[in-house]
């Protein structure tokens, strides 16, 4: 099975960027779907965006289309997600999972990493 580790959160003034990165051991990376969710305190875990198998396809959540960036490199086996012209609204925490499918619901994503923290002040 797949391990996931995020890293790149933190904190940052409204209209900065961050570049998040998710890491995958064990398992094929290329095999899977990737998927970036996002939770705030006391919400449900929402879509942001995923990719497919060979990065040739992506998809966003409304509310990041054309403020982030979802990318792969299967050679190092790693996700990523380019955060540009950050607001408020997008403070929660981040996390990467990985699906069999493409979908944009959590319950279709069997593996996850822990999280990681973004802070957007404004």
């Known amino acids: 099975q797949v391990q996931l580790v995020e890293s790149g959160g933190g904190l940052v003034q409204a209209g900065g960027s961050l570049r998040l990165s998710c890491a995958a051991s064990?398992?094929?990376?290329?095999?899977?779907?990737m998927g970036w969710f996002r939770q705030a305190p006391g919400k449900e875990r929402d879509f942001v965006a995923h990719?497919?198998?060979?990065?040739?396809?992506?998809y966003y959540a409304d509310s990041v289309k054309g403020r982030f960036t979802i990318s792969r490199d299967n050679a190092k086996n790693t996700v990523y997600l380019q955060m540009n012209s950050l607001k408020p609204e997008d403070t929660a925490v981040y996390y990467c999972?990985?699906?069999?499918?493409?979908?944009?619901?959590?319950?279709?994503?069997?593996?996850w990493g822990q999280g990681t923290q973004v802070t957007v002040s404004s």
């Open positions: 064990r398992g094929t990376f290329s095999r899977y779907i």
């Open positions: 999972g990985a699906g069999g499918s493409i979908s944009t619901a959590a319950t279709d994503y069997g593996y």
């Open positions: 990719i497919s198998w060979k990065g040739t396809s992506t």
